[in-house]
C-alpha cells in the first residue's frame, strides 16, 4: 500500500529556512501528481503547494508565493518542500498527500 514520510521538520527563527521531504512508497510515483498542507494549531488543513507527475507544472497558495518551492526527484520517489523567510505564523505539522494518501506530518516550528 502507499506509504508517506515526512522529514525535515524543526525549530527555525523568523526569516529562516527549513527544506521538508517526502519518501514515498507503495505505488508507481512517477505517475503521481504530489501536494504538501500544513496545519496550524485551531486552523483548518490547507494545500500549501501541488506538483505534477512530471514535475513541470506547480501551484501555491498565495501566501507562500515567492517564498516556497515545491519539487521532486522520481529517481528517489521523493517530493520537496523548500521553504524560506518563514513567518511565525507558518507554525504547523506540514502533510505530504496523494491519491488520498496522508503521511503522518512534521512538525515545523517557527520563534524567536
Known amino acids: 500500500q502507499v506509504q508517506l514520510v515526512e522529514s525535515g521538520g524543526g525549530l527555525v527563527q523568523p526569516g529562516g529556512s527549513l527544506r521538508l521531504s517526502c519518501a514515498a512508497s507503495?505505488?508507481?510515483?512517477?505517475?503521481?501528481?504530489m501536494r504538501w498542507y500544513r496545519q496550524a494549531p485551531g486552523k483548518e488543513r490547507e494545500m500549501v503547494a501541488v506538483?505534477?507527475?512530471?514535475?513541470?507544472?506547480?501551484d501555491y497558495a498565495d501566501s507562500v508565493k515567492g517564498r516556497f518551492t515545491i519539487s521532486r526527484d522520481n529517481s528517489k520517489n521523493t517530493v520537496y518542500l523548500q521553504m524560506n523567510s518563514l513567518k511565525p505564523e507558518e507554525t504547523a505539522v506540514y502533510y505530504c498527500?496523494?491519491?488520498?494518501?496522508w503521511g503522518q506530518g512534521t512538525q515545523v516550528t517557527v520563534s524567536s
Open positions: 498527500w496523494c491519491n488520498n494518501f
Open positions: 507503495g505505488f508507481s510515483f512517477r505517475l503521481a501528481a
Open positions: 506538483i505534477g507527475s512530471a514535475g513541470l507544472s506547480t
